[in-house]
């Protein structure tokens, strides 16, 4: 470990943002501004705005919950069932996603946009930065687990310079000797462990217990933070005693034409303009890992667990209340100064709600801080979404999140949305499989009229379409392309999860690897069936025409897709390299973070507004 140094910048300096560009001037008149590759985004740049909630998305959210209602009740109704195991299997599928539809409506109909910040905050935040309150002591560590060290060194500097006294560290699971030289070069903290346990929850909880901030951010390696992060995210947490963490959004610097770096952005941007929101009003938001700020005291209580009955019994509690000592949890005994959750696949969502199992609050702040980066790798993002879905699917199975008397109602239907959204995945394999059977045995699940379907049919599925597209103003194929890309990874996170085994777990932007075209298998083998399908479909006498044109219009359909992904994966792939091969190498990194010191030294400062 080498020394750290105390961030500070006092109110007549200007951000590191600013000081990094070099503006080339002709008789006086700046024509040309120039900035530094490791100069954070300025924040005119970085602050993409979020979309109000628009009215007229509620609107059809509210027909959308109606039209619902409406098909579930055609789809449940046995005066229709024709063969019985696939009738099954479509309640199966129809149920999940109208059931998790609803799920997400009904937490978007209850969402304000309107509402303004706390006065009280605004107050704490000019005190901060003036210097007429202390900024309580906190701690910034960066995660890096084999990244690239030139994102690594970007997000450092943007860190490092952001306003309010902190201190920052680099937390190296990579054991990268040039890492720790940046973190000198720069006069931060540079932390390393022996072993790499727990992944990403045991490198955050290693530093946690050589460190002692009040506060604790965490930030990926390839997310820069812009200077207010901490102005920005401070005052709820010093304002509140009750509130454990502050999350805020993840936004992505998009690799341009790349399907599944702009598929996996475009994709969450729902999530992060509307649906976590509006979990602030049952205080279900939850960690996602990167762009959180914690409490020390909140991470410190999850050392200890609520004793169960049996074990206030053998304590000799008595009814009148007396307090009975605390058992330790596995994080207590690795971890005793407390931390993130370990043993789970996705420890920030399981760290949430241990959060909220112990009364603690946790707020998401719809501003945009930080810049990430996404997986542009067909098959970086397929691991990661395995990872992910692993996760989601543990709290279904392994959280006993029902049983759970400490959580509220609201709380629950949160956390359950979680692994419904992952069952989606569940209902697009059982969905892909029904038009090829209907076309290669004559066999369908649903006795009805094409019109008595399509009534109850389409108002839903247009719904489902319309919500994302009024919210966000568009619909990018790319993120239909990559959400289906992953739905195996799904289902096999599900198996995995119900054996108990562990998910791999690597950094996110690391380098290397080729496409392979296995990773879409399962795609290719529908992909085959339906073509076979459509040929046995058509060449068989006898059949309802209008019911196999239906059926083949989505084999067609599904087949479109299938070489989508194909193509789009391996052109991600090809520009994927490509932007690697222009990448600095590890002594240009080292050189560019030189001179980026050297201007920043000689830059001027001029007062900054606050």
Not at 425 to 437: E, G, K, L, N, Q
Request: overall charge neutral.
């Amino acid at each position: 470990m080498i020394g750290k140094r105390k961030n500070r910048r006092a109110a007549d300096q200007r951000p590191a943002t600013e000081t990094a560009e070099l503006a080339t001037e002709i008789d006086g008149d700046e024509i040309e501004v120039i900035r530094h590759p490791f100069a954070p985004p300025p924040v005119e740049q970085h602050d993409v705005p979020w979309r109000d909630f628009q009215q007229s998305t509620k609107f059809a959210v509210i027909l959308g919950l109606a039209c619902a209602g409406w098909y579930l009740t055609f789809v449940y109704d046995r005066a229709h069932e024709n063969s019985p195991l696939l009738w099954v299997l479509t309640v199966i599928a129809e149920s999940i996603v109208v059931l998790h539809t609803i799920g997400i409506w009904s937490t978007l109909v209850s969402y304000r946009s309107d509402i303004p910040e706390p006065e009280d905050l605004a107050v704490i935040r000019r005190s901060l930065l003036t210097g007429e309150i202390p900024t309580p002591a906190t701690d910034v560590f960066i995660c890096c687990a084999g990244e690239p060290a030139h994102l690594t060194t970007k997000t450092a500097i943007a860190a490092r310079d952001m306003l309010l006294p902190h201190n920052t560290w680099i937390l190296d699971d990579g054991k990268n000797p040039l890492i720790r030289q940046i973190a000198d070069e720069l006069g931060i903290g540079y932390l390393k462990r022996e072993t790499n346990a727990h992944a990403k929850a045991g490198n955050v909880n290693a530093a946690i217990q050589r460190t002692t901030g009040r506060f604790a951010v965490v930030l990926d390696a390839d997310h820069v933070p812009r200077p207010d992060m901490l102005t920005q995210t401070l005052p709820h947490l010093i304002a509140n005693p009750s509130i454990a963490m502050v999350q805020t959004p993840q936004t992505y610097d998009i690799a341009p034409n790349n399907m599944v770096s702009e598929g996996a952005a475009v994709s969450q941007e729902l999530f992060y303009e509307a649906i976590m929101p509006a979990k602030n009003a049952s205080n279900s938001t939850f960690c996602v890992g990167t762009n959180v700020v914690y409490r020390r005291a909140a991470l410190k209580s999850l050392t200890t667990r609520e004793p169960t009955r049996r074990e206030r019994a053998k304590a000799g509690a008595r009814r009148d209340g007396d307090p009975v000592e605390r058992p330790i949890t596995a994080l207590g005994e690795e971890y005793p100064e407390g931390g993130i959750w370990i043993g789970s696949n996705s420890e920030d969502i399981w760290t949430s709600l241990e959060f909220h199992r112990r009364g603690w609050r946790t707020v998401f702040l719809p501003k945009v801080l930080t810049q990430g980066l996404t997986p542009d790798r067909l098959g970086a993002f397929i691991k990661q979404q395995f990872r992910w879905a692993s996760g989601g699917w543990e709290i279904l199975l392994w959280s006993k999140l029902l049983r759970s008397h400490r959580l509220t109602l609201s709380q629950k239907i949160q956390y359950m949305l979680v692994p419904s959204h992952y069952a989606l995945s569940v209902a697009t394999i059982i969905f892909a499989f029904m038009s090829p059977i209907y076309l290669l045995a004559d066999k369908s699940p649903i006795s009805a009229s094409v019109w008595d379907w399509a009534i109850h049919y389409v108002p839903f599925y247009f719904l489902t379409v319309a919500v994302p597209f009024l919210q966000a103003g568009k619909i990018r194929p790319s993120a239909i392309l990559v959400s289906m890309a992953a739905a195996p990874a799904h289902v096999r996170a599900l198996l995995a999860t119900a054996m108990k085994q562990k998910a791999s777990w690597s950094a996110t932007n690391t380098r290397g690897g080729r496409f392979n075209p296995r990773i879409i298998a399962p795609h290719l083998f529908v992909a085959a069936l339906g073509l076979v399908s459509l040929f046995f479909g058509w060449a068989v006498p006898g059949r309802n025409p209008t019911s196999t044109l239906i059926a083949s219009g989505f084999v067609i359909l599904q087949f479109i897709i299938v070489m989508s992904i194909l193509f789009g994966g391996i052109r991600s792939e090809r520009q994927a390299r490509e932007a690697e091969e222009l990448e600095p190498t590890d002594e240009e990194t080292l050189a560019m973070l030189r001179d980026y010191l050297a201007h920043h030294e000689k830059a001027p400062t001029d007062a900054l507004p606050v």
